[in-house]
Nanobody, 117 residues
């Protein structure tokens, strides 16, 4: 059974930083594509960043240069470092893992990030 548990969300002032963690079990993070998504009420969930098993990363334009996805293979954990946060980054952030055909099939429960102006 695949389980993803996010942590690290919170309330921060604009310009501040947070680090989100996603601890995985039942799936080896280095063997699949891992992603971070975010969602605000009334809007579709959007991909923020993803990391392939090769280590290649992709970011949505609005977070390039501010957010960094990384992983610790020994801890089977994926991180999302959020720097220079803006109020528009406020959302519930979700961790996701791909299945054997590359689709994001497994999801965590989400962690709230709130950026105050």
């Amino acid at each position: 059974q695949v389980r993803l548990v996010e942590s690290g969300g919170g309330v921060v002032q604009a310009g501040g930083s947070l680090r989100l963690s996603c601890a995985a079990s039942g799936r080896t993070v280095s063997a699949v594509t891992m992603g971070w998504f975010r969602q605000v009420p009334g809007k579709q969930r959007e991909l923020v960043a993803r990391m392939a098993s090769s280590g290649a990363t992709v970011y949505t334009d609005s977070v390039k240069g501010r957010f960094t996805i990384s992983r610790d293979d020994a801890k089977n954990t994926v991180y999302l470092q959020l720097n220079s946060l803006k109020p528009q980054d406020t959302a519930v952030y979700y961790c996701a893992a791909s299945d054997t055909i590359g689709a994001f099939a497994y999801w965590g429960q989400g962690t709230q990030v709130t950026v105050s102006s």
